[in-house]
């Protein structure tokens, strides 16, 4: 609709055609002042009739172009803090969810470890034991978790890939959950598309990844169930 003048910045409309000038006219506009946040537009700066009824004069809008360019860095400044703002919320919440998560394990282990320096029977020592094996193991889990999360947010994940076989992987997985499926009397099928049987993939994030998924179909099916295990092709538009 309007393109700027390239020795200057802003729009005069009583240098526009006459429709334009009808236009803003009827809405009061004088001047439009364009304002840049990083070489692009952000905002737009509209003046009205002055109160004296004068024409804008040169100097009048030179000084309102320079405020509209301090506006546009005012403007990325603010939406670089909010940007910050919100980074530190999320950090907040992010250390308060890995807290709570940590803390539970954490006091188990330490309960598990003084009850064993006051002694007992043998059979309990190495339940305490098995116990708290299984706390350093979730720990350790919940430990991977973060650095990956922390290498997502700053963008420093990498990928080692190699041919991985997804049916042999969750077979193994399957295996681990043994004493829940047996107890649960569930029923586990495979349809793996031979087509996506071996996939590039970075093991160690795709066994991850298939673990949960797993582990919350074993942990969450009801009592003779069954949990399909299948794959399929899929591309994206």
Partial sequence: FLTENKEKHFFVINELDQNKKDFFHAHDIEALFPIKAKGTHVAVLVLGTKLSGLPYSKTDLNLLDVFASESGVAIQNSKLYTDLKLALESKSKFINVVSHQLRTPVSGIRWSLETLKMGGSVEHQHELINTSHQKVVFLNEQLD????????????????KTPCDVLEVCKKIITD????????SLKITYEINHNTGTVDADFNKLKKILEILIKNAVLYSYKDGEITVSSKNQTHE
């Avoid at 978790?145 to 080692?160: E, G, M, S």
């Fill in 145 to 160: 978790d973060i650095l990956i999360a922390l290498d997502i947010y700053d963008k420093k994940l990498n990928l080692n």
């Fill in 177 to 184: 959950f043994e004493n829940e499926i047996t107890t649960n």
